[in-house]
């Protein structure tokens, strides 16, 4: 009986394994074929905007419509790759040394265009003696573009975002916290847990 248990458990584990890594490998060749089309209409979008006689307004605007939105379904694929890297192992860190006042104030001024779109201000509280930290910085930057994304795309009109930069020293280690905070309305009381 214990065998059969035991047979069973494994057997189910296999199968969970092997759905895993078919959706994986789904994820990765969806991700992949779906960035051809999207880089074609990102070139062409950006050909148009800079094709001569100028554009009128109304078409400028439509054309630049469609580059933003472009560009977000691009980093939408991007993380689905990225997704399907992660959970087959395929991601590797590149931890270096790196500055993280310059990486904070890199990701601000590349999402300054979006929060004065909406009317947010981004302001930096950075209290760090010692900004030098060993990380990924490439990642480190995609998830400051993320949290400032939602940040900004969740806060009010006239509203502020706020990144903040501290030290911090317990007794097992000295470190640094990042915070990005907004005054959006928040995650509903039901959804916090998922």
């Known amino acids: 009986m214990v065998d059969e248990q035991v047979s069973d458990s494994m057997s189910a584990r296999r199968m969970a ?3 895993n890594r078919a959706k994986s490998l789904f994820l990765a060749s969806m991700s992949h074929e779906l960035r051809t089309p999207i880089h ?27 580059r933003e939105n472009g ?6 694929v991007d993380d689905l790759l990225d997704l399907s890297r992660l959970e087959a192992g395929g991601i590797q860190l590149n ?17 300054d265009a979006a929060a004065v779109g909406r009317d947010v201000a981004i302001r930096v509280d950075d209290r760090l003696a ?14 400051l573009h993320k949290l400032l994304d939602n940040a900004i795309r969740f806060s009010p009109q006239s509203g502020e975002v706020v990144v903040s930069l501290a030290g911090y020293v317990d007794n097992r280690c000295n470190g640094v916290l990042l915070g ?7 995650i509903q009381d039901g959804v916090v847990e998922r």
């Open 130 to 143: 010692m900004p030098l930290i060993k990380a990924d910085a490439y990642r480190l930057l995609q998830v």
């Open 40 to 66: 074609a209409i990102l070139g062409f979008s950006r050909l148009a905007l800079r094709d001569r006689p100028p554009l009128a307004d109304a078409t400028r605007r439509r054309f630049e419509t469609i």
């Open 17 to 19: 394994e092997h759905a």
């Open 71 to 76: 560009d977000r379904l691009l980093a939408l």
């Open 95 to 111: 931890t270096t040394a790196c500055n993280l006042s310059e990486l904070v104030q890199d990701a601000v001024s590349e999402m």
């Open 180 to 186: 990005v905070s907004d005054l959006g309305p928040g």
